[in-house]
């Protein structure tokens, strides 16, 4: 079975402090994907990245950083000099192919509160 | 425009009510999806359908149905709404991309549903 879990339910950091987003899979694929999304107040959800099994180079977009780390079964998501737009409720996800790559499975989101 | 539509975007309808919810897109992709979103749960998949001619059941397609009336509308139907389907629901669509043939989800705004 395919788990994906999201241990922290709430951060909140001050303006510029960096932070951390937890995401620890369950998988018995050998080819998967994992996801980022974000989902600010308004509610919609913003694709973030996806991540394939078979590269573990971790992956730098502004202040977006992700370490896809395969030996702990996480894929951390990290946020430099955090802003006021960056809260939201983020989501990792995961999809495999003995379950069907369309299938994807969320963990239960962390928000994320940054104060002025 | 938005690539994916969802309307309406709010709703409140009572117990035993047969209520619709549509979603269009104009991204040209092939496969659909329903998601709910209930509190501390993330999201969790309805139905999906890869094209016209292939809907599937997801994890919680119980009490729920569709229709699939175009490559781009996908329906989501209570056909005797409860109050335990009070929940933010997503359509989402993918495209089979890549060498291993995995889908990114892009997902609508989503409708919030309260049935009384």
């Known amino acids: 079975a395919q788990k994906v879990t999201q241990a922290q339910t709430e951060i909140s950091v001050v303006e510029k402090e960096d932070v951390t987003l937890d995401c620890v899979y369950e998988?018995?694929?050998?080819?998967?994907?994992l996801f980022w999304y974000k989902q600010p107040p308004s509610g919609e959800l913003v694709f973030l990245i996806r991540?394939?099994?078979?590269?573990?180079q971790n992956e730098i977009s502004g202040r977006y950083s992700w370490d896809f780390q395969k030996s702990t079964s996480s894929f951390n998501f990290t946020i430099t000099a955090s802003q006021v737009v960056d809260s939201a409720v983020y989501f990792c996800?995961?999809?495999?192919?003995?379950?069907?790559?369309?299938?994807?499975?969320f963990g239960t989101g962390t928000r994320l509160l940054v104060s002025p | 425009d938005a690539d994916v539509t969802q309307t309406p975007r709010n709703r409140i309808t009572k117990t035993g009510k047969r209520i619709m919810l549509e979603c269009s897109q104009t991204?040209?992709?092939?496969?659909m999806y329903w998601y709910r979103q209930d509190p501390g749960l993330g999201l969790r998949l309805i139905y999906y359908?890869?094209?016209?001619?292939?809907?599937n059941k997801g994890e919680i397609s119980d009490g729920y149905s569709v229709s699939r009336q175009a490559q781009a509308k996908f329906s989501l139907s209570l056909e005797s709404a409860i109050p335990n389907q009070t929940a933010l629901y997503f359509c989402?669509?993918?495209?089979?991309?890549?060498?291993?043939?995995?889908?990114?989800?892009?997902f609508g705004p989503g409708t919030r549903l309260t049935v009384l």
């Open positions: 989402a669509t993918s495209d089979l991309t890549g060498k291993r043939g995995t889908d990114t989800q892009y």
């Open positions: 998988t018995r694929d050998t080819t998967y994907y």
């Open positions: 991540r394939n099994s078979f590269d573990e």
């Open positions: 996800a995961l999809s495999g192919v003995n379950t069907g790559f369309q299938k994807l499975v």
């Open positions: 991204k040209g992709h092939d496969r």
């Open positions: 359908s890869f094209d016209v001619k292939d809907i």
